[in-house]
């Protein structure tokens, strides 16, 4: 269909994850920017947040604005891997193949020393040694 | 060490001004310079993945590409769709029919305006040609009445001439026979005619010599 090819053109735009947060703290913005600007250069627009350290309940937490996601990618937006893992893992996106691959690694190989405990708390133990 | 600003601007069209106070970003080595004594006999391990391994991402990969490929075109689709059906659509539909209706009304005024222009227009026309047509024939009758008039006349005058009609035949052949017309004629260097055939110079008088008219 002729309409439909403006998808695939690039607009130049992405959805991927700004660095926030300080020092050995990440803290990261899912966001809308054009593709030639830096990591913090300007943002068109904030959809959503990841917080790479797991909490006191052991939860790494997410938030994700599916409308204005979904209006980019209607746009012709493009995603870079983490943020497309992120959908993936949160079911508004197939599953990326990089879940799986890291996946069945972390089952096969022995799991890596740690210098901080993992935290126990009311969510489940983990049985991924590797995390 | 290797030259390099400790702030930076920003890739901005219309800000350029703007400057950046964040860390510096470490990019890549500059290309002129050494390579560290550490890493000059270094040979990088290449990471060796199995056939199957390697089939089995291909596969994974290939699978999540076609189905970003169709959920892109939905996504796209579905806003098109809401493009559509939305209330700003809805509204600016609504006002489009609006301005059409008007602007037709318009055009309908316009139209009549004209049309009435128009009428009078061809209305004083048409008495024109009227009166120039009904001029025209008056003046070819007039013409044509001329022409027999004069045809007539020159009939006449051809009647009045004495032509030879069947009764006189007879009468005009004894007359022609009678008399014949000699055309044969003869010119002096001093200007007289001398007319016949055989007619001789000293025969005729000098008092009775003709003079050549020129007329």
């Known amino acids: ?131 | 060490m290797f030259g390099s600003s400790g702030s930076r601007v920003l890739n901005v069209i219309n800000i350029s001004y703007l400057q950046s106070r964040s860390k510096r970003v470490w990019v890549r080595k500059p290309l002129g310079s050494p390579m560290a004594k550490s890493k000059i006999f270094r040979i990088t391990p290449k990471p060796v993945i199995p056939e199957d391994e390697k089939a089995e991402i291909k596969r994974l990969f290939d699978n999540y590409k076609n189905s970003m490929k169709s959920i892109r075109q939905y996504f796209f689709e579905q806003s098109l769709k809401q493009a559509e059906s939305g209330e700003v659509a809805q509204m600016k539909h609504r006002l489009e029919d609006q301005e059409h209706e008007r602007l037709m009304e318009e055009n309908r005024l316009e139209n009549e305006k004209t049309a009435m222009v128009r009428e009078e227009r061809l209305k004083i026309q048409a008495e024109n040609t009227q009166r120039n047509v009904l001029a025209s024939l008056i003046k070819k009758e007039g013409e044509a009445k001329q022409h027999e008039i004069q045809i007539e006349d020159f009939l006449t005058k051809q009647m009045s001439t004495p032509f030879i009609q069947p009764e006189n035949i007879e009468k005009a052949i004894e007359d022609a026979l009678a008399n014949p017309v000699n055309f044969n004629f003869a010119l002096d260097l001093d200007g007289y005619v001398y007319r016949g055939k055989d007619t001789s110079i000293d025969t005729i008088p000098e008092e009775k010599r003709e003079r050549l008219n020129s007329n």
């Open chain 1, 1 to 131: 269909m002729a309409s439909a090819l403006p998808t695939f053109t690039k607009i130049g735009k992405v959805i991927r994850l700004n660095r926030h947060g300080c020092t050995n703290r990440p803290f990261y913005h899912i966001v809308v920017q054009k593709t030639k600007d830096n990591q913090d250069g300007p943002v068109i627009e904030q959809v959503g947040s990841f917080d790479a350290m797991p909490n006191s309940k052991n939860e790494k937490l997410v938030a994700l604005n599916f409308e204005r996601i979904q209006y980019w990618l209607a746009q012709g937006a493009g995603l870079s891997d983490p943020v497309a893992q992120l959908l993936g893992l949160s079911g508004f996106l197939p599953n990326h193949p990089r879940t799986l691959i890291q996946a069945w690694k972390n089952r096969r190989e022995p799991p890596r020393e740690r210098k901080i405990e993992a935290i126990k708390g009311i969510a489940p133990p983990l049985d991924n040694p590797k995390l």
